[in-house]
């Protein structure tokens, strides 16, 4: 398991955020990482709008920071307090610090994270 976290932190350095669903999200979550999850849905303009400084955030503390996306049609989301989209919500070892509703720019999005990662 540990490994295959290690492998999924490496991954994501280099491609795009790590898609989470239902099934996967605990265990993302509870990595030994910062993890920032992103909810959102293919027919969200403010999601398809804010995904490029999402993933322009994501290569700037990819190395620090594991970003993950749910796209809000998989369900699930509702228990996890998410009703509105896109929203972002901020796990350290795998306890919710911090929630941001609404879209952001790449330097929101890394002053959001790194506000709560001092």
């Known amino acids: 398991m540990k490994k295959l976290l290690l492998i999924l932190a490496i991954f994501t350095t280099f491609a795009s955020a790590y898609s989470v669903g239902p099934k996967s999200y605990n265990r993302v979550i509870h990595s030994k990482h910062v993890v920032v999850v992103k909810f959102w849905a293919p027919w969200c303009l403010p999601c398809s709008v804010m995904k490029p400084e999402f993933e322009a955030a994501k290569r700037v503390l990819g190395k620090k920071v594991l970003f993950a996306e749910y796209n809000v049609d998989l369900g699930?989301?509702?228990?996890?307090?998410?009703?509105?989209?896109?929203?972002?919500?901020?796990?350290?070892?795998?306890?919710l610090v911090d929630k941001?509703?609404?879209?952001?720019?790449?330097?929101?999005?890394?002053?959001?994270?790194?506000?709560?990662?001092?």
């Open 76 to 95: 699930g989301v509702t228990k996890l307090g998410i009703h509105t989209i896109p929203a972002m919500l901020l796990y350290i070892n795998g306890k």
């Open 100 to 118: 941001k509703i609404g879209g952001a720019s790449r330097d929101e999005i890394i002053s959001w994270i790194k506000n709560d990662i001092k």
